[in-house]
């Protein structure tokens, strides 16, 4: 029987992916004596907030996710980052494997949103672990499950977040807009000459600063 056990050394952005990837190092140890064939391993990550503090900056960002920090006691839970696969291959004692990540920027996600939101420090996540793993014994092969406890936890620094955001969009960042507002936005774009979007918005604010004095 296999007694697996799992560690996160570290995490960095992927600099050859199409798309924005970071990429989990983890260390597995097997201290059963099984030799292990194969490991179909399946991983979820979620996101602790509750495990760091908060500026004051951040928070107001963070209130479309948990609201007025009055009420964080009650609204501060896990949130969901992602769910991966990979195949890791035979070893006996201890391996080494990457885990690869894809990341959104989109802010409509939440887990975009509460990483866009922070300024420094440290993403507390905690990697839960499942799957299947192969082994080899003196009757032919074994199938095993990896227990539903195994789970790690790890803090992902925000900059290295930023370094891979900053890779694929290099001081951008991007919002969805439904069709019928990037129309509108078109409009009063053309309709006063303006040369980007940023202008658009950034002229939109203006009223919007204008109007509230």
Request: aromatic letters at 8%; charged letters at 25%; glycine letters at 6%.
């Amino acid at each position: 029987m296999t007694d697996l056990g799992f560690a996160c050394l570290d995490v960095r952005p992927d600099p050859f992916a199409a798309s924005p990837t970071l990429v989990f190092r983890l260390r597995l140890t097997e201290t059963g004596g099984a030799v292990v064939q194969a490991l179909a391993l399946r991983c979820q990550i979620r996101i602790e907030p509750q495990r760091r503090r908060y500026t004051r900056e951040e928070a107001v960002l963070l209130g479309d996710l948990f609201g007025d920090r009055s009420r964080w006691g009650d609204t501060l839970r896990a949130l969901q980052f992602a769910n991966v696969s990979a195949m890791v291959p035979g070893f006996t004692g201890v391996t080494e494997t990457d885990l690869q990540v894809p990341v959104t920027y989109d802010l409509e996600v939440a887990a975009s949103k509460y990483f866009a939101a922070l300024d420094d420090g440290e993403i507390p996540l905690i990697l839960l672990f499942s799957g299947t793993v192969f082994t080899r014994t003196a009757q032919g092969m074994s199938v095993e499950q990896v227990p539903w406890d195994r789970e790690v936890r790890h803090r992902l620094p925000v900059a290295v977040w930023r370094e891979l955001m900053d890779r694929c969009f290099p001081g951008e960042g991007w919002v969805r807009l439904s069709r019928e507002t990037l129309r509108a936005l078109h409009r009063f774009k053309s309709a006063r000459a303006l040369a980007t979007w940023d202008d658009a918005v950034e002229a939109l604010l203006a009223q919007a600063e204008e109007a509230a004095r």
